[in-house]
């Protein structure tokens, strides 16, 4: 049984993907399995950051990709918009980041790890990740966020089919954030693919939320499936359950890794955040972020000489007050 750990990652966000192997090294064990999977073609610095470390590789492999892309194709055929609203919106001809799908590589039979953890490469572990997998033991897919409190991200609420497709306690209590999952090789194999497309097809593609596309399948391929799946947000005991999004500012920092009254997180996802921070923050300038301090050391933990001193840009000048600001300040009118 081989567990390792997934991370979808091209040169986009090489800054953000030596941060998460850093903290995966530092707080999940230096040999813990991991493996890249190529968002594209785009891999000149993560080959050169692969060739450093004897326990990360690179899953690059059009075949293992090629099931997926066609998958999602056919899913947002049955769509009755989605396509023309790319088109549309966004000038693009078929799916909306449709590469996001070679995370689901991590199912094919062909990949590396019998069971797994996706990080997306926004991530920083912070803590053990055994709770994860021992909950592998008896779950087919375990997942530990927060996003059943809002189910707008994940389907159409919109949709007065989205009721008849599931209950709204199983939406209140099953829905999860993509950017981190565990489950195992081999799920969701090419019969339960053609058998998803077919109930898109009856209608039930219109409760599929458009801005995350990959998220929302996903989500729905584990609900209608009935899927074995488990929330450690949910189920662990309040003295262990922790948050984990960049968006709770109450955080506490301690020998670079965060609590939440009191208790270790086990991950970080600067979720929402553009990948130009990363790169701007890693080249001088001063953007401010959540948890910029923290993302830097992990960043430069191998080289920490190059950490860059962050150079607070200028403020412009105020313009000189006008004729009108002048006399209103001289009676006393204005500051």
Sequence with gaps: MIDGIYTLANDVVYDQLVALLNSI??????????CIIAYDDKLEQVRAEIAKRK??????????????????TEVWKTHPTALKTWQEQKGISGVYRLSCNHRYAAFDQKAPFDRFIYLDADTLVLGPLNIVFESLDEHNFVTYDFQYKDPSH???????????TFSQSRINSE??????????????NEEQRKWIVSKLAEGD???????????????????KLGMSAYNLAMHLPDPQRTGNSVTSSHFEQKDYVLYDRGRRLTYL??????????RQVCSGVNVDFPYRDLFLHYRY???????????????PKPAPPDLK???????GLSH
């Design 175 to 188: 829905i999860f954030c993509s950017g981190f999952f565990a489950s195992k090789r081999g799920l969701f």
């Design 301 to 315: 933990r191998h080289e920490p000489e190059n950490q860059p001193e962050l150079v607070i840009e200028p403020k």
């Design 269 to 278: 996802h600067y979720i929402g955040l553009s990948s130009k921070l990363f």
């Design 325 to 331: 600001q002048r006399v209103l300040r001289k009676l």
């Design 55 to 72: 326990n990360v590789t690179l899953l690059d492999d059009p075949e293992i990709f090629a099931p997926w892309e066609n998958f999602s």
């Design 154 to 164: 994940i389907f159409n609420l919109q949709s007065p089919r989205l009721l008849k």
């Design 25 to 34: 090294e530092a707080n999940a064990g230096e040999d813990f399995p991991v």
């Design 205 to 223: 593609a219109e409760i599929l939320y458009l801005a995350a596309p990959n998220q929302s399948v996903l989500n729905y391929m584990t609900m």
